[in-house]
């Protein structure tokens, strides 16, 4: 799979809208460009509380930074990798003790973030949960 970018456009000053006769209004963005002329890379970063589906995540080559699952003193991450799904709901609908989660820590957002710098990111935007 290849660096997790989105060629984004951004507001290079006032955004436009555009009214079309068929009703439809269009927003008219520039794209961000470096001082080499060429298209900034932005990449995406969010969390799996996010709920990205799979499909997104890989045609839109998205990082995501797993939560944890706390699970009677077990700590899973929440990816399909590390942690067997049926399993889990499995343990859900028997148990009387709910798990709890863990958001990841400050580390493991900067250690994506330098992944992705290395493959060339001149930009990242991150998108996470939070309790406020």
């Not at 839109?60 to 939560?67: D, E």
């Not at 609908?93 to 957002?109: R, S």
């Amino acid at each position: 799979m290849g660096a997790p970018w989105l060629e984004l456009t951004a507001q290079s000053g006032p955004v436009h809208f555009v009214e079309h006769d068929d009703g439809r209004v269009e927003r008219q963005t520039a794209i961000i460009f470096n001082e080499d002329k060429e298209m900034n890379q932005v990449a995406v970063v969010t969390d799996t509380c996010a709920g990205v589906l799979p499909e997104l995540i890989e045609e839109l080559n998205i990082k995501i930074v797993p939560y944890y699952i706390l699970r009677e003193g077990q700590m899973l991450k929440d990816v399909e990798e590390e942690t067997d799904f049926a399993e889990f709901y499995d343990y859900l609908a028997a148990t009387k003790t709910l798990p709890t989660t863990a958001n990841p820590g400050a580390g493991e957002y900067l250690e994506a973030f330098e992944e992705l710098i290395v493959a060339g990111a001149t930009g990242i935007v991150v998108v996470t949960m939070t309790a406020e």
